[in-house]
């Protein structure tokens, strides 16, 4: 079975990953509730079994990658 996942940006400008892995036609479900919910970059993403997509890569943007997540700080937090 394939799975898979969803990348998006809240409303607010937050970047977020699901927790979860779907099949292909609730990924496409879940996809059209977070657009309706005025989300932005929705991305459906193929992910094997048991593995989400890594939010590190795309969480920051790129002037800030690599600080508060390599100090094991989480992002916002001084």
């Not at 509730?33 to 094997?48: F, M, Y």
């Not at 590190?56 to 800030?64: K, N, Q």
Request: aromatic share 6%.
């Amino acid at each position: 079975m394939t799975n898979f996942a969803l990348t998006w940006a809240a409303p607010d400008g937050t970047r977020r990953a699901s927790a979860v892995a779907y099949d292909e036609p609730s990924a496409a479900g879940r996809k059209k509730e977070l657009v309706d919910a005025h989300c932005d970059d929705v991305q459906i993403v193929e992910t094997k079994p048991g593995q989400l997509p890594e939010p590190a890569a795309w969480l920051l943007p790129p002037e800030g990658r690599g600080s508060p997540l390599s100090t094991g700080l989480r992002a916002g937090e001084t």
